[in-house]
């Protein structure tokens, strides 16, 4: 079973940046990637996909600050985010879906400060 765990999440400042890392314990290269978020006391949404051949997609309310992006050679997909809002304050977590079983990591908190 695949595993994942997220990195680079915590407190920033309105406006400022980080990078989440979503490191997986085999190879995905052939698998969409999803990113998700879940803010306190809401459901979890998407935020960004990314497929196997590299075509990417985000959530219109992340549109032209975030960026997902992968590193096949380290089982690693990247969530650039910039221009940070206290609105983008959630747990990010990275999913996949392999043999029909979804797999999820246990999140990293991002924390926008105003």
């Known amino acids: 079973q695949v595993q994942l765990v997220e990195s680079g999440g915590g407190l920033v400042q309105v406006g400022g940046s980080l990078r989440l890392s979503c490191a997986a314990s085999?190879?995905?290269?052939?698998?969409?990637i999803y990113w998700y978020r879940q803010a306190p006391g809401k459901q979890r949404d998407l935020v960004a996909t990314?497929?196997?051949?590299?075509?990417?997609a985000v959530v219109d309310s992340v549109k032209g600050r975030f960026t997902i992006s992968r590193d096949n050679a380290k089982n690693t997909v990247y969530l650039q985010m910039n221009s940070l809002k206290p609105e983008d304050t959630a747990v990010y977590y990275c999913?996949?879906?392999?043999?029909?079983?979804?797999?999820w990591g246990n999140g990293t908190p991002v924390t926008v400060s105003s």
């Open positions: 999913n996949l879906v392999q043999n029909f079983k979804a797999y």
């Open positions: 085999e190879s995905i290269r052939f698998n969409t």
């Open positions: 990314i497929t196997s051949g590299g075509s990417t």
